[in-house]
């Protein structure tokens, strides 16, 4: 890596995800003749191309903000910082093992397949008993320190973690938790792309296979068990199902007006039970396509356009637009871990925005990561002085 200049990527990362993410459905909405979804009026696709605009508006808008020289060289490690995250790291394995342990070892042990594993945890949380949410704050905070393990990581040794990586892919799955994986690789892509000083191009590059595969883990991760039985050709329709079913779902709510919510879609669901009289409590997903299973796909563009139209769809768009690009920079400027949760979660949301809208639905998780590495630093403080 060394004689290469540093490169400014991470600053423009949301932005891109975005925009090809979105250029994506309309190649296949508009160039596909054999696609499964036929209707995409012009409507539609002038709203698509409004929420593209917006972001990118939005975006370009606070480029133009004073916001400081960026810093060339991440902090230095002390030798007792350095001792605290070692620590650190051989507890957070030690804790991610166990979990994998249970929720992945021990069932397939005993002939039970992960999706129903699965089911059995979401119901045991469901009932309400102590110990499963004694064991998901557990899951989530194991999850938190194993994502900074790895942030950490790369800030010390200025390579990518292959190992730490894959554990944490390990982990997430056995926490049952898609959204938790998908974000983690937004956010440690962030970091590492952030950092590295290989050539421009080099990281282009890589960034367009990581979206490659965030997307086909997005998706296959979406796709029901009841699909696990079914041919090649049934496999692969639900896989185009949920990939651009969200926007179709958006043109049928467009045509139909269903369904419609006494409520506020842009407000996130937890935000019902302290703000009173904002509606009545909005499902957890959106049931807009009728397939077997059913899918809960919708697309970012539905909750504003839901709320206020499409003048409130621009304003959405433009704000998160603007966001997005002054967490990014920031983030390249002032390098510390909760910018780079925030703007790998950015960077999670745009890409997921076809299909879902985690800039609304994703914050519950965004919370548990900011906690979580809010204590892992704590801790770490706590170690480091300690050691003395």
């Not at 990281?203 to 997005?218: C, M, P, Q, R, Y």
């Not at 467009?254 to 996130?268: C, D, K, R």
Request: proline residues 5%; contains cysteine; hydrophobic residues 55%.
């Amino acid at each position: 890596m060394a004689g290469s200049t540093p490169n400014r990527l991470s600053e423009y990362l949301p932005m891109l995800a975005f925009v090809a993410a979105w250029a994506l459905q309309i190649v296949y909405f508009v160039g596909y003749d054999s696609r499964i979804f036929f209707t995409y009026g012009f409507g539609v696709l002038s709203l698509v191309l409004l929420a593209v605009g917006s972001y990118v508006t939005g975006y370009f808008a606070c480029k133009i903000m004073p916001l400081g020289k960026a810093i060339a060289d991440p902090p230095v490690r002390t030798l007792s910082d350095i001792r605290a995250t070692t620590i650190l790291m051989q507890v957070t394995i030690v804790m991610a093992a166990i979990l994998v342990t249970a929720n992945i070892l021990l069932p397939l042990a005993r002939g039970i397949s992960l999706s129903t594993a699965r089911e059995l945890a979401l119901e045991a949380w469901e009932n309400g008993g102590v110990l499963p949410r004694i064991v998901a704050v557990a899951v989530n905070v194991t999850i938190s320190f194993s994502l900074m393990m790895i942030v950490d990581r790369i800030d010390i040794k200025g390579r990518f973690p292959f190992l730490l990586v894959l554990l944490f892919v390990a982990l997430t799955i056995a926490a049952y938790s898609r959204a938790h994986l998908l974000m983690g690789l937004s956010i440690i892509s962030t970091k590492w792309i952030s950092q590295s000083k290989y050539r421009l191009s080099f990281i282009f590059f890589v960034f367009v296979l990581f979206a490659g595969l965030f997307s086909i883990l997005s998706v296959i991760t979406s796709v029901g068990s009841a699909d696990r039985g079914s041919g090649i050709e049934d496999i692969l329709k639900s896989v185009e199902v949920y990939a651009f079913g969200g926007v179709a779902g958006f043109e049928f709510y467009y045509t139909t007006g269903f369904p419609q919510y006494a409520s506020l879609l842009t407000i996130p669901r937890f935000m019902y039970y302290f703000i009173p009289g904002i509606g009545v409590l909005p499902p957890s997903y959106f049931p807009f396509i009728d397939t077997v299973p059913p899918i809960n796909v919708f697309s970012a563009l539905y909750p504003p356009f839901h709320d206020f139209g499409a003048t409130g769809l621009a304003g959405f768009f433009l704000l998160y637009g603007f966001i997005s690009a002054l967490v990014a920079f920031l983030f390249q400027r002032r390098p510390n871990r909760y910018l780079c949760i925030l703007s790998g979660f950015l960077l999670y949301a745009a890409l997921m925005s076809p299909f879902d809208d985690q800039y609304i639905r994703g914050l519950t998780i965004l919370i548990l990561m900011l906690t979580g590495a809010a204590l892992y630093g704590f801790i770490r403080r706590a170690i480091r002085a300690g050691l003395g």
